[in-house]
């Protein structure tokens, strides 16, 4: 039988912590969240490999260590509202709601949110909701918001999603770069004007559904 907080405890030391990771509220949710209980039954053995985790369907929860860095950069505050583009099975998810006032975790799979729903309550998670529509288009009902994060890699942000920024938001994704190789870029609206940096490479899987079209261009 896995011991999960043993793997827990070592994705934290040996993945996330030696990677720049100094935010200490982020990594405490990380070293409690039980990542196990948002991944289906026979995924639960390798919840915590330092590699993106396929959970089926051609999906895949992002690499710790990626994951942590993009919520690091993004600076979750408490008083936030956050769109969490891709949720699959809520891991994300909950843990941006450890972090913020309130999350939507958006994503295109049906199955993918109910399991999210599920698993959301059986952490006790009350201050965020697993929702089902197109990733490209975000889940405009509960725009603006503070914080947007995008779980995979995208050829371009889409307007849809950058229009959904409030003013000082961030936008954090990773988009595809030159062969195999991603940009993890962090967006920000500053005095109405939405402007882009990058922050480290990676290469994590693309999420369905962004084709290029209607993109935000800088």
Same mark, same amino acid.
């Given at each position: 039988?896995? !011991?999960? *907080?043993?793997?827990?405890? #070592? ?9 720049k990771?100094?935010d200490?509220r982020?990594v405490? =949710? +990380? @070293? ?6 948002? %991944? ?5 053995? =390798?919840?915590y $490999?330092?590699d !993106? ?7 895949? +929860? /992002?690499e ?7 919520l690091?950069?993004?600076? %979750?505050q408490? &008083?936030?509202?956050?769109?969490? %583009? ?22 295109? !799979?049906e199955?993918?949110?109910?399991a999210?729903?599920?698993?959301l *309550?059986g ?8 929702v089902t529509?197109? +990733? ?12 947007i994060?995008?779980?995979? &890699? ?5 307007? @849809?999603? %950058? ?7 961030? /936008?954090?994704?990773?988009v ?8 993890v870029r962090?967006f920000q609206? &500053?005095?109405?004007v =939405?402007?882009?940096?990058?922050l #480290?490479?990676?290469?994590?899987h693309? /999420?369905?559904? #962004?084709?290029?079209?209607?993109? #935000? $261009?800088?």
């Open positions: 039988m896995t !011991d999960f *907080a043993a793997a827990r405890y #070592f994705m934290v030391e040996g993945q996330i912590r030696p990677n990771v100094t200490h982020l405490d =949710v +990380l @070293s409690e969240l039980p990542r196990e209980a948002f %991944v289906p039954p026979s995924a639960r053995g =390798v919840a $490999v330092d !993106d985790l396929p959970i089926g369907k051609g999906r895949f +929860l /992002l710790p260590m990626v994951f942590a860095r993009m690091q950069a993004a600076a %979750v408490e &008083t936030d509202r956050v769109l969490d %583009v891709g949720a699959a099975g809520g891991y994300s998810t909950a843990v941006l709601a450890r972090l913020a006032s309130s999350v939507v975790g958006v994503d295109c !799979d199955a993918l949110t109910a999210a729903t599920a698993a *309550a952490q006790g998670i009350a201050n965020a909701k697993a529509g197109q +990733l490209a288009e975000g889940y405009v009902q509960n725009a603006p918001y503070d914080v994060v995008v779980e995979g &890699t995208v050829p371009e942000v889409p307007a @849809s999603l %950058v229009d959904q920024l409030a003013e000082g938001g961030r /936008l954090v994704a990773i595809q770069g030159k062969g195999s190789v991603g940009e962090l609206r &500053t005095a109405g =939405v402007s882009s940096r990058i #480290f490479e990676a290469q994590p693309a /999420l369905p559904g #962004f084709e290029k079209k209607a993109s #935000f $261009v800088f």
